[in-house]
């Protein structure tokens, strides 16, 4: 690292990051690495060793994994069901295979990140010990089931299907609005088991195996819960579950799936309450994206008219009773019972708080309500009107008969009147101004006259007040549409997501569902030309710190150019993911459920070329020292959709043309910016990859920690030495640390959380014992990939050498301070005192940097300060 002056610390983020570095140095207990290890390893190991109980606890294992849990879970997982030995399988490629997949998640996303998948991985491994399953289970649909479950939400960019649709985001126009997410999950997950190597282990099973995930994940599209449901209570009734008939198995194990998914409001109160707290957490930043964004507010992400406890009851209420009633009713297992014992207990708590809620929400109202309300107000109470209703999670099929006719492609005129398929209401009485409270004085809930929103053209609500009610949508109300609106007035995702739904496929309506893109002044990103519409976007994109940041250094925000998920995107993980979904847009036959033969063949055939490696390029693969899935094929220029992919057919490497590209002057980049936003569409580039990204140094800048694939013992020849990134040595400086320090306080809670285990369980694949050579390979931030096999001689060549470089580890505790923390959303750059430092930092960095300007950095930014910063906040604290 390099030696900047000292500047005066004066961001509260950077005040504490400093904070707790004196604090870990003054800690004997950190300068002793092996002490360390071994209380870190004892206390995962007594985790692990009761992970089958249902009172699992994954933030306890995510703590004490040190923000490993899901590879240490996984591979544990492996190790124990005898999977290893079964398939023959490499350790070090599974354990790749899943610290591939642990970093596809977000960290950032409060529920969707890497402990969510960890949680859902234990709850399936659970259900996959019940006599009933574990009978006849094979050891590949185990593997299916855990694999499935581990990634059965990679990626997920913290907003939902509608949310996507809604802004046109490239996913949903990829997947044609149907299961968007789930599609990209599972080719996600395809990706890494290509890169980990593990799919050519498999080679023999892997299109059982890839089928098998595949319908695993699709399954767990909650807008297809009453489709499971029907035909799993209709097995149930007629008996014909027999599990030695493997499609038998196969539903069961996909319902096994769902009910894991949704399976925290089961847990004991504690871990079910942190989990409800962090669902809502993401919803309500979901209802604020959306806000910023001037789009229709999703009514269980509004914070201001509903609440976590009313959230909580519709969900258990609508989603999770059916569910698992009818999974108690198929068990009859000593878990199912506990489960729905739990379910309801939880549910009487909700209940309770929803109650206290309402009392005082009356109290406040009868206190408030004479002076407030105006003319225009009905006089009645919004009441229960603001209660969720099961619409709000699972879109009802739409009434076909009954069905509104689609909009027309709107005019600038009509886009005054509304803006999207979004039942708009003509009782609803103007809010102007005023508190929440001054809401609840109105008669109706306010997720309706919340989607009053303006178009673009108008003036952008402020968070203060309401746009009044343009005279045009009193008239559209008044034609006719209040009946359906006042139906479906719950779920704002219904008119959108019905339309992509399994429902209604595109080729039943051939009416395109009503998009942002569509109706919207305000194009996507991808699109967007005017400067107007990209400073607009960017606001939002972007903090507010970040934006100060960048007046400082007097960037433009002309850098976001390229459409991307929202959030901004992980650079790293998407040059990989995206190669497994950049495919479909070359197919034809989009993989979409329903469509299982064609979309599987159409992967396999994607599949085999990739693995063709000798047709990548030498430079990439002997640079990167792995081979990259090659399934992203582009056309040479660029410009159009990618090829399809058939066999025989030429293919060209996009990573190759791309590097190449990438690395022409900036002059260029630019061009190619503009054009991409101008014309070519979502498909010229991989998700979420600005092309300079695609540079083997920013491969290295992905979360503060090297990836886990780059070969760090031999610096890679693409990666600039200085000045226009990260050095070898800095890459290496950055890697994740190893162990939490505070993990005392943790082994109580474990042994409480852990209290109340349930029997245990063996099945037909004898568990391997876990405590022979585990910990030789789940140390964390030293994933051994590109150690040989043989590396895994002794418990001391692996845990000793975290960094793989043969460095002593001293310095050590300056890393740790590095890793990211999963399952929450990081701090830093939306505080303001972060803001001077920030732009301090962005103007260093542009002294530093030739190559890259400090608004590239900003652009890059996950959530959280972008790794270069923290790298010159590590040289000159
Ligand atoms: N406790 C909860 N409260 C409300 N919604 C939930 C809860 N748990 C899960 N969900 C929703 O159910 C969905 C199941 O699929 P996902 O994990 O993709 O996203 C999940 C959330 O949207
Ligand atoms: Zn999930």
Redesign the pocket.
Known sequence: MGSSPTPQCSGKFLTMHKRRRKRLTTRSLVQDHAILDDIHHGLVQRILDRCSAWAFNAFTLETVAGGRSLPVLCVHLFHWYGLLDHFQLDVVRVWKLFTLIEEGYHSTNP??NSI?AAD?TQAMHCFLLEEKIRKHITPLEIMASLIGAVA??LD?PGV?QHFLITTSNHLAILYQNMSV??NHHWRSAVGCLLESGVAEQLRPYRDELEQQIRDLILA???NRQQEFLSKFKKHIDEGTLDLRVPENRHFILQIALKCA??S??TRPWDI?RK??LK??D??FRQGEFERQLNLPITS?CDQQSTSVAK??V???RF??TPLFSEWHRFMKSTLSTHMIQLLDSNRKRWEDQEKNEQAEETQTELSDAEPEISEDEEPTKRSSDASTSIHD?IPAPPPKENRRQSLAVPTLESLGVRRHSVPVHMDIPVMTTGSPQKHQHCQLPRTIYRRESLPATASIRTSQGRSPVSPQTESRASSGLREEDELLHFGSQSSVISSGSPYHSSEENPERPLSAENLLPEPSIASMSSNAAISRLTSVLQSAAERAAQATIGSTTKCLTRQQTFPPPQPYMRVRYMSATVEMTTCPETPHEGDSRTSSISSHENISASDNTQQCPPQVSQAQNYTIPAIAVLSPNNSRPPDLLLPGEPKTFCNNNKRETDTTNGEKEKEKRVKLSESSGPFCEKENVDPRRLQASSLARRRGSAPVALPLTKPDENMPAAGGGLTASDIQALRRGSVPIEIAGHIRNFEEDNGNESSGHIINITPVETNRTFWQYQRRGSAPVDLPPSGFTSRYEFTRHTSLNGKACRGRSKKMLRRRSSGGIDPGIADVSGTDLLARFCAQLHRRSTAESPDSLLARRRGSLPIEVLTVGHSVF
């Open positions: 529920y969707h969510h859902v059965h939400d997920h939902n997410l789930e767990t599209d909650i998914d949704i925290n409001p079910s989990w409800s669902v809502c993401e919803f269980i959230i909580q519709g969900f258990f989603v999770v999670f």
